[in-house]
C-alpha cells in the first residue's frame, strides 16, 4: 500500500489500525507514538474537529472524521471543549500540508503529538465507516511503530464501554464557578445581563460552550463533581439543576441517577443533555440501551413533536433512552428523524425536561439553543412563582 502523504513535521511512520473483527488498515502516524484501544466510532460532521477531539464524551473512543481533509484550519485556543484532548484516537482520510487560518496557532498534527494522542491517517476511512455501519460500532486499537499483532491484540482486549462508568473520571475533582460572564458582558451580546439564576451543574464530563451558553443567559453556574450528590447541590441553594453530557455508559452512574432523582423529586427545575438526558430518563424509571453505531454527526434532523417542527442538530451519543420504557410521566418531546430513536422528553409532573442531542452544538448548527432559554424560563417561573 502506498502513501503519498508526507507529515510536515517528519514524525510520520507507518501506523496500524486494527478492528476487533480482524480487519486491518494501514496509514501513517500523524500524532504521538505509542498505541491506544477504545470503541471505534465515526462522525460525519464537516468542520469542528478541536471542539469533537477535546469532548470528553468521546472517552475511550477513537474518532473516525468521514469529512476528508482535517486539520485545514489548525488549531487555537478557544474552540476546546475541555483544557485537553478527550477522544482516545483519531482516524482521518488526509491531513493538510499546511494548516491556514487567521486563528490558527499550531497544526493539528503537533496538538494530537503535544497531548500523547496516537491518530492515523492515509487510509479508506469511506470502507471502514461501512464496516462500522453494518457490524456497528467496536473496538480497535491504532498503533504506531508496532505491528499489526499488536494492534489486533489490543483491539480484542478493549472490552466496549457497556457497563462502563466513564463519567467520574473525567469529572471536575472540586466545585468551580464559571467565569466566562465576565468576558461575556464585556464581548458578547452586547447587553448588560440581569443578575441571573443559579445553575448548579453537575460534570460528567461537560463541555464548555454548555457552561458558555448558561452564562450568555445570566446565569451563574456553580459545577460540582460527579458524584457530589443532591445535599451538596441544594447546599447551593440553585435555581436550577444542569446534568451534562459526558462519556461511557450511564446505567452504572448510580450516584448521578440516585442525585437527580431526589434533585427532580424536590421540584428543583432540571435539565439534562445528552448523558444527563439518559441519566434524567433512569431517575425517572426508564431504560437505556448500547446503539448498533450510535448518532454521531452535525446535521442530524431531530422532530419536535409538540409543534411539529423540523430542526438540524449535532449529535454524539452511542446509548439511548429506550421510549417503550418511559413512564407515564415523561412526555416524549423530540425524535430523531434518522431512526425514529428517542431524542427528548419533559416530565409531566416536575419542572424537569432533557435533550439527546447537543444544543450548545460548537461550531453548530444552533436550531436547538432556545432549550437553554426554556431552561431559563423553568427557573425563572419557579422563582417568581
Ligand atoms: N455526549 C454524551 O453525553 C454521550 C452520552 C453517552 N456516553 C453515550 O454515548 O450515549
Redo the contacts with the bound molecule.
Keep these: 500500500m502506498k502513501h503519498p502523504l508526507k507529515h510536515p513535521n517528519g514524525n510520520a511512520g507507518r501506523a496500524i489500525l486494527a478492528l476487533a473483527d480482524g480487519t486491518l488498515f494501514e496509514g501513517v502516524a500523524i500524532g504521538a507514538k505509542g498505541a491506544t484501544a477504545g470503541e471505534v466510532v465515526f462522525n460525519t460532521a464537516m468542520s469542528g474537529y478541536q471542539e469533537i477531539l477535546s469532548?470528553p464524551?468521546y472517552s475511550r473512543q477513537i474518532v473516525t472524521l468521514t469529512y476528508p481533509h482535517i486539520g485545514n484550519t489548525g488549531v487555537n485556543r478557544e474552540d476546546v471543549e475541555a483544557s485537553r484532548i478527550h477522544a482516545a484516537g483519531l482516524v482521518v482520510k488526509d491531513v493538510p500540508f499546511l494548516a491556514s487560518n487567521f486563528r490558527s496557532e499550531q497544526d493539528l498534527q503537533s496538538w494530537l503529538a503535544e497531548q500523547g494522542v496516537v491518530a492515523i491517517a492515509g487510509i479508506d476511512t469511506r470502507k471502514l465507516t461501512r464496516i462500522l455501519r453494518e457490524k456497528g460500532a467496536q473496538s480497535g486499537a491504532i498503533v504506531a511503530g508496532a505491528s499489526a499483532e499488536e494492534a489486533l491484540r489490543m483491539a480484542r482486549e478493549f472490552p466496549g464501554?457497556a457497563g462502563m462508568d466513564?463519567a467520574q473520571t473525567v469529572s471536575t475533582a472540586a466545585p468551580y464557578e464559571w467565569t466566562e460572564t465576565e468576558w461575556m458582558l464585556g464581548h458578547g451580546h452586547g447587553r448588560q445581563l440581569q443578575p441571573g439564576c443559579h445553575v448548579v451543574a453537575f460534570d460528567?464530563?461537560v463541555k464548555a460552550n454548555i457552561l458558555r451558553m448558561l452564562a450568555q443567559r445570566g446565569c451563574r453556574v456553580t459545577v460540582l463533581p460527579a458524584k457530589a450528590g443532591a445535599a451538596a447541590a441544594l447546599a447551593l441553594r440553585p435555581d436550577g439543576v444542569f446534568l451534562?453530557?459526558?462519556?461511557?455508559?450511564?446505567q452504572p452512574c448510580d450516584y448521578a441517577i440516585e442525585a437527580t432523582r431526589e434533585l427532580i423529586e424536590r421540584g428543583v427545575p432540571t435539565f439534562g443533555?445528552?448523558?444527563?438526558h439518559?441519566i434524567m430518563a433512569l431517575a425517572s424509571g426508564a431504560r437505556t440501551l448500547k446503539?448498533k453505531f450510535?448518532h454521531h454527526g452535525a446535521n442530524h434532523p431531530v422532530q419536535d413533536v409538540e409543534t411539529g417542527r423540523v430542526m438540524i442538530t449535532s449529535q454524539?451519543?452511542?446509548?439511548?433512552v429506550d421510549p417503550d420504557s418511559l413512564p407515564n410521566n415523561c412526555a416524549v418531546t423530540h425524535i430523531s428523524l434518522f431512526d425514529g430513536s428517542l431524542q427528548g422528553f419533559r416530565r409531566t409532573d416536575k419542572p424537569a425536561f432533557c435533550f439527546q442531542g447537543?444544543p450548545e452544538a460548537s461550531p453548530g448548527p444552533h436550531d436547538l439553543a432556545p432549550l437553554f432559554d426554556r431552561f431559563v424560563g423553568m427557573m425563572e417561573t419557579a422563582r417568581h412563582g
Design positions: 469532548d464524551s464501554l466513564l460528567f464530563g451534562s453530557n459526558g462519556p461511557g455508559d450511564p443533555i445528552c448523558l444527563g439518559q446503539m450510535g454524539n451519543h452511542g446509548f439511548a447537543h
